[in-house]
């Protein structure tokens, strides 16, 4: 079972930093006099498309490397990925370096991926759908 609360937990993790900002919406707008960003409407949607863009094309990505160097090592690296786009994110003071937070985070989102082939790996064939379902389920609840 820890195979699966990691995969799980990790996965939660990432989706939460994703998609927690688009929710932070009214206050990125406000002028950075008031403590905003004082981002407009465009570039609040750029950084949310790259963030989801970024998901695409790492989740192609991820496949092949979780065959080649397993979805535990994968998964591993996909968070570390994460981090510095969370603290670009934090420390935001305009719109280029928000958008760049957003864009490393979104390539993290990708632990869709490895969460599905680790859990696959380590339970057996009769089960491994409910599992693949909860854990799925239980990440996109960030």
Known sequence: MRVFWAATFGFFCTFFSVFAPASLGPYLKKPKIDGGLDLDKDELSLAGNLAVSGTIVMRVLTGPMCDTWGARKTFVLLLLIAIPGMIILMTA??????????????????????????????FERRIVGTVNATAGGWGNVG
């Not at 370096?97 to 390539?107: K, Y």
């Not at 993290?108 to 082939?117: D, N, P, R, Y």
Request: one cysteine or more; charged letters at 5%.
């Open 93 to 122: 003071q305009g719109a280029t370096s928000f958008i760049l937070g957003r864009f490393i985070i979104g390539l993290s989102l990708a632990t869709f991926v490895t969460c599905q082939v680790w859990c696959s790996q380590f």
